[in-house]
Nanobody, 131 residues
Framework: QVQLVESGGNSVQAGGSLRLSCAASLIYGRYCMAWFRQAPGKEREGVGVMYLIDGSTGYGDSVKGRFTISQDNAKNTLYLQMNSLKPEDTAMYYC?????????????????????????WGQGTQVTVSS
């Protein structure tokens, strides 16, 4: 089982930036990693996903252009750089790891930005953005 530990959550003002980190234990067989968030009373939302083999990423519409996922292979760490933060970004942020899917038509692997596709989760880190 993969162990994931998030850090970097904090309280910031609107327009500010934060960088979240997710330190992962051995991730053999887990080729997709993602960030999700969940605000009180709302469903868990896929923020962004990365296919670890080639570093390709995908983002939700609400964060596209503001958030960036990156990885440091040497440290087994995934990052989420969040810029131009808005009050609606306030949530608990979770890191997740899962397997990639294979497209037999296209002959390639890909990740799905849906929580059902991920079996390993961190404990979360809180981000609060004030106006």
């Amino acid at each position: 089982q993969v162990q994931l530990v998030e850090s970097g959550g904090n309280s910031v003002q609107a327009g500010g930036s934060l960088r979240l980190s997710c330190a992962a234990s051995l991730i053999y067989g887990r080729y997709c990693m993602a960030w999700f968030r969940q605000a009180p009373g709302k469903e868990r939302e896929g923020v962004g996903v990365m296919y670890l083999i080639d570093g390709s990423t995908g983002y939700g519409d609400s964060v596209k252009g503001r958030f960036t996922i990156s990885q440091d292979n040497a440290k087994n760490t995934l990052y989420l750089q969040m810029n131009s933060l808005k009050p609606e970004d306030t949530a608990m942020y979770y890191c997740a790891a899962g397997s990639a899917y294979y497209s037999s038509n296209g002959g390639y692997y890909y990740c799905i930005r849906a929580h059902e596709a991920f079996g390993d989760w961190g404990q979360g880190t809180q981000v609060t953005v004030s106006s």
